[in-house]
């Protein structure tokens, strides 16, 4: 196998802290997370104890108010800490980002209360959180969701099934889109469900193709009971609220598909500068040199389109769109940069002792999850084109 280090990616970071960030994100990755990836998405492993030391290292918590534990840094800065995590092993990069997704809510439209009651510990405390919005028949058409949380005196009760959670059975906090009201949009209310609430359970797993260290699976919600107090934003907020935490989910998910996609670069001009064919490496082969180079420019315009949206959104401007294209973008990317890698290694890409064909594999799920590359299509349309049957 290769041993030829990847040379990191060059930054551009607003701020000294912002630098030193990403220093010791680096240093975790590669004494934590790196070195044991491989074996553990083989045996599908979730690393817990990688998220508590990313709790105690307080990078659990980077967009959110330091008041509340949270790191305070721009998306901008965020985004490129997801990415070096995901450049390292999926399975973290990607569980930060959802566990931020998670957090959003609260954190967004929760009242003083109850952001000083919860923040600390989801941010800081060690928690890890699950987004409830997907169900069996409601993946892309999530307005149309069945979940019912019906009004008992102060409380509320949940009933109904949640699909395709990732670390759905694992978590300490669910935040969960159940029906309160009318039939769609405004009908939907939030809910921050805790993880031990009598009358939640989890399904087994999903048997996936890639992605196998971290957890998805169904989500039961019988009969579960919690106070209004629970209730994030007001009754029909619900489904605004998820559609606004998707926005900046989404650039999660980019940034984790242009790690994926730097990773399978890393690796295949590592072993295209060690196999030599024909009496040279391979790497001086012009066909596959074009192959490298299309990779490479693919991925920086990924990073540079993630992080203009992230600026917007930094700066306080819609960006909605430039998120779905970034999304898009990137994961598409992801998926041509992993197919490509596979193809240099030639039978080396196809076999377990090589990290490109696992790359391919989690690549994948990327242009699925948080909005199919399909409907991120549709969402750039709309901001061009305007909603469709006017």
């Given at each position: 196998m290769p041993d030829r280090a990847p040379q990191p990616v060059d930054r551009q970071l607003p701020t000294d802290e912002a630098r030193d960030l990403i220093s010791l994100v680096r240093d975790i990755a590669q004494r934590e997370i790196a070195p044991s990836a491989a074996e553990e998405e083989d045996a599908g492993r979730f690393p817990r104890e990688v998220f508590t030391l990313l709790s105690d290292s307080g990078l659990l918590g980077l967009p959110y108010d330091a008041e509340y534990g949270g790191g305070e840094q721009p998306y901008e800065v965020y985004l490129q800490v997801l990415e070096e995590l995901a450049a390292a092993r999926l399975t973290v990069g990607l569980g930060v980002s959802v566990h931020t997704l998670a957090s959003y809510a609260l954190a967004a439209y929760g009242t003083k209360e109850q952001q000083v009651e919860h923040l600390p510990a989801m941010l800081g405390g060690g928690l890890l959180g699950a987004y409830c919005l997907s169900e069996p028949a409601s993946g892309s058409d999530a307005a149309s969701l069945r979940t019912k949380a019906v009004r008992d005196g102060d409380d509320w009760v949940l009933t109904g099934t949640k699909a395709w959670i990732?670390?759905?059975?694992?978590?300490?906090?669910?935040?969960?889109?159940?029906?309160?009201?009318?039939?769609?949009?405004?009908?939907?209310?939030?809910?921050?469900?805790?993880?031990?609430?009598?009358?939640?359970?989890?399904?087994?797993?999903?048997?996936?193709?890639?992605?196998?260290?971290?957890?998805?699976?169904?989500?039961?919600?019988?009969?579960?009971?919690?106070?209004?107090?629970?209730?994030?934003?007001?009754?029909?907020?619900g489904f605004a609220i998820a559609l606004s935490a998707l926005d900046s989910g989404r650039l999660g998910i980019a940034a984790c598909a242009i790690g994926v996609a730097q990773a399978a670069l890393d690796e295949a001009v590592s072993y295209a500068a060690d196999r030599r064919q024909f009496g040279k490496p391979i790497s001086d082969f012009q066909g596959l040199r074009f192959m490298l180079a299309d990779m490479a420019t693919q991925i920086e315009a990924g990073r540079a389109l993630y992080l203009t949206a992230a600026r917007l959104r930094d700066a306080g401007l819609p960006f909605a769109k430039q998120a779905a294209m970034a999304k898009l973008h990137c994961t598409d990317t992801a998926m041509r940069a992993t197919t490509d890698a596979v193809q240099i290694l030639g039978g080396y890409g196809y076999t377990a002792d090589f990290p490109a064909e696992r790359y391919m594999r989690e690549a994948k799920v990327l242009q699925i999850v948080e909005g199919t590359n399909q409907i991120q299509r549709m969402v750039i349309a709309r901001h061009l084109a305007g909603p469709e049957g006017r």
């Open positions: 990732t670390h759905g059975g694992i978590a300490d906090f669910y935040t969960v889109m159940a029906r309160t009201g009318e039939e769609g949009p405004r009908g939907i209310t939030a809910f921050l469900v805790p993880g031990d609430a009598e009358g939640l359970s989890a399904a087994v797993p999903e048997k996936k193709m890639g992605l196998k260290g971290s957890p998805t699976a169904q989500v039961h919600l019988d009969g579960v009971r919690v106070s209004d107090a629970r209730r994030l934003g007001d009754e029909g907020q």
